[in-house]
């Protein structure tokens, strides 16, 4: 069975600082599908990245960046410069093969609640 | 395209009362699913198919039914409701792209209050 661990349940720093997100998964798959989703406070989810388990390189988005390592099946999520608006809760998202149809089954994580306060 | 819509987005049922959660979409994806959203438990899986006529269990099915009759709709049935389905419920529908990666598309949820 599959699993995501977000170990850190809420995170408050002050605006500009950095700040990392972690996320631990468990699978048996060698193929799979790592996620992150933001969900503001008004409720929705929105994605922000999607990474398959051959593609280890890092991503850079922005004043975001993703840091993916099969070693510690571990694909932390990190926040430079941290703003207001980056307020909400993160999740860390895991699946294995693509169903037909072209779905897939998705295992959240817990999610980690980020404050970012002035 | 509208995308994934819900509703209604806000519900207030009595233990015991049956209704329906709906689910459309127009971007003609054969697979849809939905999650439930708790605090503390992040999103789980409850029903999903994979196309029309095709349903299958998720992580936490008891207590929900599902059908798929047009690959557009995808209802969400609760027959008895208990405040244990007190929750978040979230629709999405999804397609392979040509990298044979999921390109995910999340309704904007609907909150269900049981009493």
């Known amino acids: 069975a599959q699993k995501v661990t977000q170990a850190q349940t809420e995170i408050s720093v002050v605006e500009k600082e950095d700040v990392t997100l972690d996320c631990v998964y468990e699978?048996?798959?060698?193929?799979?599908?790592l996620f992150w989703y933001k969900q503001p406070p008004s409720g929705e989810l929105v994605f922000l990245i999607r990474?398959?388990?051959?593609?280890?390189q890092n991503e850079i988005s922005g004043r975001y960046s993703w840091n993916f390592q099969k070693s510690t099946s571990s694909f932390n999520f990190t926040i430079t410069a941290s703003q207001v608006v980056d307020s909400a809760v993160y999740f860390c998202a895991l699946s294995e093969a693509i169903l037909t149809g072209g779905g897939n089954k998705l295992t959240f994580g817990t999610g980690t609640q980020l404050k970012v306060e002035l | 395209n509208a995308g994934v819509t819900q509703t209604p987005k806000f519900q207030v049922l009595k233990t015991g009362q049956s209704m329906t959660l709906q689910c459309a979409q127009d971007m003609n994806h054969e697979y849809m699913s939905w999650y439930r959203q708790d605090p503390g438990m992040g999103l789980r899986l409850i029903h999903y198919?994979?196309?029309?006529?095709?349903?299958d269990q998720g992580e936490v099915p008891n207590g929900y039914n599902v059908s798929r009759s047009t690959t557009e709709d995808f209802p969400l049935r609760l027959l008895s409701a208990a405040p244990s389905q007190t929750s978040v419920y979230f629709c999405a529908s999804s397609y392979s792209n040509r990298d044979r990666e999921v390109e995910q598309y999340f309704g904007p949820g609907t909150r269900l209050t049981v009493t």
């Open positions: 990474r398959n388990s051959f593609d280890e």
């Open positions: 699978t048996r798959d060698t193929t799979y599908y």
């Open positions: 198919s994979v196309g029309a006529g095709i349903t």
